[in-house]
């Protein structure tokens, strides 16, 4: 299957300024990585594809949680420690995605984790039921994946319906429909 960058209407994501402010990250100078995470990496699969279009289709509700709240000083320090942690290693791995020995490890999916664990301060209980069934039917699977068995996996039409309905289920997001086609959802 073949997949093409996703065309989105704004140059700059909003949500990353945003969410830059309320933990004080320097996300505004990551704008060129983000895009080439969504187009080299996200367009490759129909899960990514949809994953991205959610987040600008739902951009309103994302940063009306987000624009002008503050993250506490401890917020701050664990998104500072995983911005330093994981920015250069994000770099490297778009430029050079397929390398020996890049593959998903205990440690990203617990970061992970931790991750979503400060993010559900500001969701509801569904969005927050929605990102632990997201995590452990979705990404904890990947552990030890390569980046092109990570693409195949997420290109998987039945992995795709359960995003759907996982997604569909929370009633503060809107859930864009797949389009059936004759190979499934894309």
């Known amino acids: 299957m073949t997949h093409t960058p996703i065309e989105i209407a704004q140059n700059l994501c909003p949500f990353m300024d945003s969410v830059g402010d309320m933990y004080d990250l320097p996300l505004q100078n990551d704008h060129e990585h983000a895009d080439r995470a969504r187009d080299e990496f996200f367009a490759r699969s129909q899960i990514g594809n949809y994953l991205s279009r959610m987040f600008y289709v739902n951009s309103d509700v994302i940063l009306s949680r987000t624009e002008g709240v503050e993250a506490t000083p401890e917020e701050k320090a664990g998104a500072a420690s995983l911005y330093d942690k994981y920015h250069d290693f994000l770099v490297n791995a778009l430029a050079n995605p397929d390398r020996p020995g890049l593959v998903v490890t205990q440690e990203h999916l617990d970061d992970a984790a931790f991750a979503l664990s400060g993010l559900k301060v500001n969701m509801t ?21 390569n980046n092109q068995q990570i693409i195949q996996y997420m290109n998987d039409t039945n992995r795709f319906r359960r995003l759907w309905d996982i997604v569909a289920a929370v009633p503060t997001l809107q859930a864009v429909g797949p389009i059936e086609g004759a190979d499934g959802p894309r």
């Open 125 to 145: 209980t569904e969005e927050a039921n929605a990102g632990d069934s997201l995590y452990n039917e979705m990404l904890k699977p990947t552990l030890g994946m």
